[in-house]
């Protein structure tokens, strides 16, 4: 493979800036990198990605693009035009975005805290209940992933569950997000160990994408533990948790 298979969760204000666009630019701001994360990003080629996210995302002219591809204009139209025709074709139903504006801030808001009560608590039922019947479960950087009830559950609890948690929510990817800090025996706290990406479907959970920060590690040294850190930082979370 020549390109990621995985990139890390960007924080929400990176896109919109520290004071923010209005609500309305925000929201379609949100629905272009969505589409660039879950469609762009995954099922196109170099040329078609990159023309895409200039000129759907950033919002370059194509003479700008082709500028900044050193492509000719003709070949950055053509490969604008294909980028369109796929990302029509492997668009969901529903964006994410939609979703979450669908659902509203006070339901949103439940579904986070009964996330993290359940992980808290270990209750794999409680989890395996939020899912969607074909709901996935993956760690970037590690390859393995979950897909379904029973091997979810499976993982659940024979991994995560067995370890001591504690949550704060957050957002990241125009998604709803969650901190997730494991407990460090060595320092009597709780430090961060990955961010858990939330893609709803109406009220149910799709996917959680747990991305796994540096310290994640069976020995992490200080720098790892730096770097998990500054992950966090990023998102608003604080560095550990008493």
């Known amino acids: 493979m020549t390109d990621p298979v995985w990139l890390e969760p960007y924080p929400d204000r990176w896109l919109t800036g520290d004071e923010g666009p209005s609500p309305e630019a925000s929201y379609e701001q949100r629905e272009s990198m969505e589409l660039a994360f879950i469609v762009a990003l995954q099922k196109l080629p170099p040329l078609q990605r990159a023309v ?18 050193g492509a000719s204009l003709a070949s950055v139209n053509s490969a604008l035009q294909r980028a369109r025709a796929t990302v029509r074709g492997a668009l969901p139903d529903r964006s994410q975005q939609q979703t979450l504006r669908a659902l509203g801030d006070q339901r949103i808001r439940a579904i986070v805290e009964k996330y993290m009560d359940a992980m808290e608590r270990g209750d794999a039922d409680a989890l395996v209940g939020m899912l969607t019947e074909d709901a996935t479960w993956c ?31 957050t957002r990241a990817n125009g998604q709803l997000a969650v901190g997730c800090y494991l407990f460090d025996t060595d320092t009597g706290s709780y430090v ?5 990406v939330l893609t709803l479907n109406e009220d149910k959970i799709r996917s959680v994408v747990g991305f796994l920060t540096e310290a994640h590690d069976e020995s992490p040294d200080v720098t790892a533990w730096a770097a998990a850190a500054e992950v966090f930082a990023r998102f608003g979370l604080p560095t550990e948790l008493p």
Do not use: C, N
């Not at 961060?192 to 858990?196: E, G, R, V």
């Open 52 to 69: 895409l996210l200039l000129r759907e995302v950033v919002g370059f002219s194509a003479a700008e693009t082709a500028a900044q591809l």
């Open 139 to 169: 760690m970037p950087p590690i390859p393995t992933w979950f897909a379904g009830h029973d091997l979810v559950r499976e993982f659940l609890v024979r991994y995560p569950l067995t370890e001591r948690w504690k949550h704060l929510p």
């Open 192 to 196: 961060p160990a990955a961010l858990d």
